[in-house]
Nanobody, 116 residues
């Protein structure tokens, strides 16, 4: 069982930056950040593999968002720059199990609001 605790959401003006943090109680194969805007489906934003550190992003955030990890702190971060109003959503941290597969564990979500 892996518990995930997120922090770092808030209100920011368009063009601004925020960093989200996710502290994990255990290690998994991969971790990711999802987001869900009102009336929309949950969307995978970025992923990172714990061992290799390889990352992947959805097209709409490439060049603006950076996912990273801190092995010592068992934490994953999402640095969000050049934020746009369309980035407004609840952001969720998620983790797989010990091997590649389904996103098994979820954080409670943190609200990110970008004003125009």
């Amino acid at each position: 069982q892996v518990q995930l605790v997120e922090s770092g959401g808030g209100l920011v003006q368009a063009g601004g930056s925020l960093m989200l943090s996710c502290a994990a109680s255990g290690r998994s194969y991969a971790m990711g950040w999802f987001r869900q805007a009102p009336g929309k489906e949950r969307e995978l934003v970025a992923t990172i593999r714990w061992s290799a550190g390889s990352t992947a992003y959805t097209d709409s955030v490439k060049g603006r968002f950076t996912i990273s990890r801190d092995n010592a702190k068992n934490s994953v971060y999402l640095q969000m720059n050049s934020l746009k109003p369309e980035d407004t959503a609840v952001y969720y941290c998620a983790a797989t199990g010990p091997s590649a597969g389904a996103w098994t564990y979820w954080g409670q979500g943190t609200q990110v609001t970008v004003s125009s």
